[in-house]
């Protein structure tokens, strides 16, 4: 009985240390370090970050109307923020996060701060596993909960300002950057993948008005792509060459995924797509060429 008592005492020693260490982990490759899991203010205050976060912070003066507005209401919430400690937008916003949730007292240790993944295999993915079934598509994503379910998020960048969108967000009325992506994933997690194809052309003309730039349904399909749940990535990626039916990115970012998966009629037939829309393009052109060979 001793004996299983110190083990188990020593298993949650183990544990407690491997959380310790893995908290403001720090990585480095090819000489630039990033940071990667849940992090905090005092990682970003030390080199190599300090450089943009501590010069951000200062720089930044919120609104006073606005903060003393969020000051009370504010605290009832929890915060989740995810960010890039190699991403512009996050070295822009998170400093000035922390300005604006410190001017309003809100409570730090309500804020969980999440570092992700820029490499193509863990693409905006967190080692913790943070980013998991929260369609974490841009950096920096800061998600507002309320009672244990989100109430809305700003993605990337504010609409207005920062301080600005959160009293948006807390009046119930805040439509954020990328609400395209939102309302795709919706669509893909409510009527799965073989439904939502089908049923595309009557969500093109729901989702048309919020159709930006390719760019938007582009990077939410490649994070799917890379998480491994590539059927989705397609059905984006198809659905995204309905939106924009003249770009010859749209097939041709199609074309790359399908030849990924080794699908390489389907590829092709993206590519030639994309060809005829950009005749020009030798990159496109020498993609077509690879696959033929392939295909032979």
């Known amino acids: 009985m001793k004996k299983n008592i110190l083990f188990t005492m020593a298993i949650i020693a183990f544990q407690t240390i491997g959380f310790s260490q893995s908290f403001n982990h720090e990585e480095t490759q090819n000489k630039s370090s990033f940071l990667l899991g849940k992090i905090n203010k005092e990682a970003l205050s030390e080199a190599p970050y300090a450089t943009w976060f501590t010069k951000g912070f200062d720089e930044y003066t919120p609104d006073v109307t606005t903060i003393n507005s969020l ?24 400093p000035r996060l922390y300005k604006i949730l410190e001017a309003a007292q809100f409570p730090l240790d309500r804020l969980t701060l ?68 939102t309302l ?36 939410y399909a490649s994070v799917l792509f890379y998480a491994g749940e590539t059927e989705k990535a397609i059905a984006a990626l198809k659905f995204n060459t309905q939106l924009y039916p003249t770009e010859s990115s749209t ?40 696959l033929k060979a392939n295909i032979k």
């Open 71 to 94: 000051k009370g209401s504010l605290s009832a919430y929890t915060l989740t923020a995810f960010m890039g400690t190699w991403c512009g937008d996050s070295k822009r916003e998170i």
């Open 114 to 181: 999440v570092a992700v993944a820029r490499n193509a295999e863990n693409y905006k993915q967190s080692p913790g596993g943070e980013h998991e079934g929260i369609n974490i598509h841009r950096v920096p994503t800061i998600i507002f909960y309320k009672d244990g379910k989100e109430v809305n998020r700003i993605v990337e960048s504010p609409v207005v300002s920062l301080e600005q969108d959160m009293l948006a967000i807390l009046k119930n009325n805040y439509t954020p950057n990328y609400h395209i992506v």
């Open 184 to 219: 795709t994933n919706e669509l893909l997690e409510d009527l799965g993948t073989e439904k939502f194809i089908k049923k595309s052309h009557k969500n093109v003309k729901e989702l048309q008005k919020y159709a930006q730039k390719t760019s938007q349904l582009n990077t």
């Open 251 to 290: 097939f041709l970012n199609l074309g790359n995924k399908l030849a990924k998966l080794e699908r390489s009629e389907e590829a092709l037939e993206a590519y030639k797509k994309a060809l005829l829309l950009n005749p020009d393009n030798k990159k496109i052109q020498e993609a077509i060429d690879l």
